[in-house]
């Protein structure tokens, strides 16, 4: 009897191999080089033969005269992000879907959709083109015809935040927006039409009937951005501020430290205990906020 199920279920089982042995090689077989966070590597003595040093790799992190900016710039704007992407994504997926139910018609839906269409234009034009000194349009075309001097971006951290925030949201607030959207209109529409024919208006029907729907998934995708807290964009941090130096009191995260240390001093040890350091906060930082969630609304809570 267990051969036939056997061979009943062997196609099963070689479909299930391809994306197993993806998850082996590319998930499991990596977790061995954690114990990198806890030697001193050497590249001659490789991975194993390289000697522990325990947790002298993981204090370079604290030890750093810019410890509390590194982990205040990655928490804050991670922080921020979090709440002005769910915002706009909720906004944005919610006149969608007015749009497409006609409950809304002076809204286009051309105009909402064109952000999408241009966001990887104008992220890649704006950092650059609108911000030059010299020939930038945001100088050129906006300061001095008002009778302000132009601004070098590029040396004045105090804009960064600002600059970084607007990048960053434009850039992803659509992909939660879709999200968002795509959760909307599996609503059932008898709870919407009942309301109208008790005389709610668009913005009661938002108010008691969509977000409170909507907030399992506010939920789901919080919690899933909590565990990305001690990360940050890569691109974002280093490469569109061009690395300056004299921006990195605003633009400097964990990311972009051991990257540069790592780059100066090609210590791999401390580039890994970084890593592992920002998984392990992550991880407890997604169960704190899980068990928040619990205590408060369990059906809510991812586990």
Not at 87 to 105: D, H, T
Not at 194 to 205: L, N
Not at 222 to 231: A, D, V
Request: hydrophobic share 50%; aromatic share 14%; proline share 4%.
């Amino acid at each position: 009897m267990n051969t036939r199920k056997l061979k009943r279920a062997l196609p099963l089982y070689l479909m299930m191999l391809p994306g197993l042995v993806y998850l082996v090689i590319n998930n499991y077989i990596p977790l061995a080089g954690l114990q990198l966070a806890f030697k001193k590597f050497k590249y001659v003595e490789g991975i194993w033969g390289s000697p522990w040093v325990g947790l002298k790799n993981f204090a370079f992190l604290f030890k750093t005269r810019d410890a509390f900016n590194l982990f205040r710039n990655t928490v804050g704007y991670n922080l921020v992000f979090l709440i002005i992407n769910t915002i706009l994504a909720i906004v944005v997926a919610i006149m969608l879907n007015e749009v497409r139910s006609g409950m809304v018609r002076k809204v286009s839906q051309t105009l909402i959709l064109i952000p999408y269409l241009l966001s990887y234009v104008v992220i890649s034009y704006i950092v650059y083109a609108l911000l030059g000194q010299s020939s930038g349009m945001i100088n050129n075309s906006i300061l001095v015809p008002l009778g302000i001097e132009k601004i070098s971006w590029y040396t004045r951290p105090e804009y960064w935040p600002f600059i970084l925030t607007f990048v960053q949201a434009w850039k992803s607030f659509g992909y939660h927006s879709i999200i968002y959207y795509a959760t909307i209109i599996g609503f059932d529409k008898s709870l919407y039409e009942a309301a109208a024919v008790d005389g709610a208006g668009t913005w009661k029907c938002i108010r008691s009937i969509t977000l409170p729907l909507l907030k399992p998934t506010i939920i789901t995708l919080t919690l899933m951005s909590i565990g990305r807290m001690f990360y940050s964009d890569f691109g974002l941090f280093f490469q569109v501020p061009m690395n300056s130096g004299m921006l990195q009191k605003a633009t400097t995260t964990i990311d972009t430290y051991v990257y540069r240390g790592l780059m100066e001093s090609s210590d791999i040890g401390r580039a890994a205990a970084a890593g592992f350091l920002q998984s392990i906060l992550g991880f407890v930082t997604v169960l704190a906020a899980n068990m928040i969630v619990r205590r408060v609304e369990s059906e809510n809570a991812l586990f």
